[in-house]
């Protein structure tokens, strides 16, 4: 196979550049790319109520196995109508 010469002005002023440019570029566009993107903020009140409710239907759906004393305790933590969780906290509900 043949070798390839350039010549050094060819390379200096040819090659070199285009590989300045499209490294620059490269760069430029991941710190567009992060700027632009905008992460969205979880709020700890909508964490914790996802966790509330993933208990809650795990207690639903799994409530059989439990002995009826513990799942009545439970049940009244959710749902007692002075102390329960869901009747204490009223929370607007996240417009998505």
């Given amino acids: 196979m043949a070798e390839l010469l350039l010549d050094p002005n060819i390379r200096l002023w040819v090659f070199l550049p ?3 440019i499209t ?3 490269g760069i430029v566009r991941h710190y567009v790319s992060i700027i632009l993107s905008s992460q969205k903020k979880i709020e700890l009140l909508q964490v914790q109520d996802s966790q509330v409710m ?3 239907r795990l207690l639903r759906e799994n ?3 439990l002995p009826r ?3 009545a305790m439970r049940r009244h933590w959710f749902n ?3 102390t329960g ?7 607007v509900a996240a417009s998505q």
């Fill in 85 to 91: 969780y869901f009747k204490v906290q009223k929370r």
């Fill in 18 to 20: 285009i590989v300045i």
């Fill in 63 to 65: 409530g059989k196995y």
């Fill in 80 to 82: 007692n109508e002075d």
């Fill in 23 to 25: 490294f620059l570029v």
């Fill in 69 to 71: 004393q513990s799942f």
């Fill in 54 to 56: 993933i208990r809650a």
